[in-house]
């Protein structure tokens, strides 16, 4: 519990370092079309990636009115694959399911909706804490370590220490973390004309009857001008080690068409509900047929060793003679026939 705990605190710290950066970046980038695709890797102790397996990929379309996100996800031998496409005009959020055909559709409405459901629902019920107040105060330090080369693209090094403190009804909890990342001269465009995060909306999901405050010291300023630009590289660290590493393979800045963002006209529309039973069963049959494949080719393995071989033309019997007999001998010598003879795929001449 714990272990899981940390994840989330350094998610949390993660979330809100990133989304502070945004805030300057949302007032002046250029807005230009992008498109890139991004792996993350877990790590060894050693810091060493533990296979050259991503865990996932993502590959972003992103424009002023509009953002496609596709994450292919390595789960052992299933891959799943998540499509989302965000029209700012519209105020929509749509889900693609590529393996069955099938898209949902989420109004912005909706969606706060839903949330609002899961706050009211998490606040009534039992032992549920009182609606009261909590603060969460992260302190920033941020190290220029010089420019350096990614993938071809200039790139700043920072290695950014983050401390972030919470109390009330947020948790009485003090924990730090610490990130490296190479950011790019490239602008990371943001859709949607955003002005920036809401932090209520990031940390209170999960303490719904929880009315926080954020506070951002230390190295603020530093902090925004690191996430100014494309993260090109970043690591996340577990004390010392690093335990995650996360690179971008692929950069365009080319103009986006609007086929990204469009969804094919052989999909069919469904509830989300039905969108996610459909996902749900797509991925139990993916997992079975590995199953099934796997022992399939353990089947094949064992048959491998165990398979008799038919004997040739000129094999001998179980009293040495061969199937043909001995051509310098009128009649074959007789042999006694063995109590149970193996079934053969030929009949003997004796």
């Known amino acids: 519990m714990k272990k899981h705990d940390g994840m989330k605190r350094r998610a949390a710290c993660l979330a809100l370092s990133r989304a502070g950066g945004l805030v300057l970046l949302a007032a002046s980038s250029a807005r230009a079309d992008i498109k890139y695709t991004q792996v993350m890797r877990m790590n060894e102790e050693g810091g060493t990636a533990k296979s050259d397996q991503p865990l ?3 590959t972003k379309y992103v424009r002023q009115d509009a953002e496609r996100m596709e994450t292919t996800m390595q789960m052992g031998p299933v891959k799943m694959q998540n499509v989302s496409i965000r029209l700012c005009e519209k105020k929509q959020t749509i889900r693609l399911e590529p393996r069955l055909k099938l898209y949902t559709i989420t109004t912005d409405e909706q969606g706060n909706a839903t949330a609002g459901a899961s706050q009211t629902a998490g606040a009534a019920q039992p032992g549920a804490a009182k609606a009261n107040t909590g603060k969460v105060v992260v302190t920033s330090n941020v190290q220029d370590l010089g420019e350096e080369e990614i993938a071809g693209h200039k790139a700043r ?9 919470s109390s009330g009804c947020a948790g009485d909890a003090d924990h730090s973390t610490k990130m ?21 909306a990031m940390m209170g999901t999960a303490r719904p009857a929880c009315k926080m405050s954020f506070e951002q010291k230390g190295d603020v300023a530093a902090l925004a001008k690191a996430y100014r630009g494309l993260i090109m590289r970043m690591k996340m660290y577990n004390g010392d080690k690093v335990t995650m590493t996360q690179e971008v393979t692929m950069v365009s800045q080319a103009k986006l068409t609007d086929d990204p963002f469009a969804v094919p006209a052989d999909y069919k529309q469904v509830s989300e509900q039905e969108f996610q039973q459909a996902q749900s069963r797509a991925m139990m ?9 796997g ?5 094949d393995n064992n048959g491998e060793e165990n398979t008799d071989k038919a004997p040739s033309a000129d094999a001998k019997d179980d009293e040495g003679n061969t199937n043909e007999g ?3 001998e009128a009649e074959p010598k007789p042999a006694e026939k063995p109590k149970k003879r193996p079934k053969l795929p030929f009949k003997l001449p004796f």
């Open 326 to 328: 001995n051509a310098d």
């Open 180 to 200: 490296e990342i190479w950011t790019s001269d490239i602008p990371d465009a943001v859709p949607c004309n955003n002005a920036g995060p809401d932090y209520s």
């Open 285 to 293: 049959e993916a997992m079975m047929e590995q199953a099934k494949a």
């Open 295 to 299: 022992a399939g080719n353990e089947g």
């Open 157 to 165: 090094h920072y290695m950014i220490s983050m401390r972030m403190q």
């Open 56 to 58: 996932n990929s993502t």
